[in-house]
């Protein structure tokens, strides 16, 4: 996508991360930008994100109406290799597209990630999950 590739350049120019991008509406066109930085997102954050986006989006002729920009949760989604390798040792939830052993949700540790697999351990024993397959992955908060 386009406009996901010139936020994640923007973003990286300016020492944050693209989580997630969320495109909502049909006739009031909302972008939901989730940004992230290794000691986290203040509100700070958000508004000097929000102002360079809102200037750039102008610029670039996107089209939109609402633009909003947050940090992406204590739960947040992992989406990339790096995200899974980052988060080593987080407790995670998986969804997977395709069931493996008969199963399509996991909540276990995130362990290792290589070649494009998960390991997860899930009751004291790694389980081996294909990234291509998951639908959905987020952390679990540890409160």
């Given at each position: 996508?386009?406009?996901?590739?010139?936020?994640?350049?923007?973003?990286?120019?300016?020492?944050?991360?693209?989580?997630?991008?969320?495109?909502?509406?049909?006739?009031?066109?909302?972008?939901?930008?989730?940004i992230?930085?290794?000691?986290?997102?203040n509100?700070?954050?958000?508004?000097?994100?929000?102002?360079?986006?809102?200037?750039l989006?102008?610029?670039?002729?996107?089209?939109?109406?609402?633009?909003?920009?947050?940090?992406p949760?204590?739960?947040?989604?992992?989406?990339?290799?790096?995200?899974?390798?980052?988060?080593?040792?987080?407790?995670?939830?998986i969804?997977?597209?395709?069931?493996?052993?008969?199963?399509r949700?996991?909540?276990?540790?995130?362990?290792d990630v290589?070649?494009?697999?998960?390991?997860?351990?899930?009751?004291?024993?790694?389980?081996?999950?294909e990234?291509?397959?998951m639908?959905?992955?987020?952390?679990?908060?540890?409160i």
């Amino acid at each position: 996508m386009v406009l996901h590739a010139l936020l994640e350049s923007t973003l990286v120019g300016l020492g944050y991360e693209l989580v997630d991008l969320e495109i909502s509406g049909r006739q009031k066109r909302l972008l939901r930008v989730f940004i992230d930085k290794p000691n986290g997102i203040n509100i700070d954050d958000c508004v000097l994100v929000s102002d360079h986006l809102g200037k750039l989006l102008v610029v670039e002729g996107v089209d939109y109406d609402r633009l909003e920009v947050s940090s992406p949760g204590l739960d947040r989604p992992l989406k990339r290799e790096a995200d899974f390798l980052r988060f080593n040792g987080e407790k995670a939830q998986i969804k997977l597209r395709v069931p493996v052993s008969g199963q399509r949700n996991f909540a276990g540790i995130l362990r290792d990630v290589k070649e494009g697999w998960l390991q997860l351990e899930v009751d004291g024993e790694l389980v081996s999950l294909e990234l291509a397959n998951m639908d959905r992955a987020r952390l679990v908060p540890n409160i």
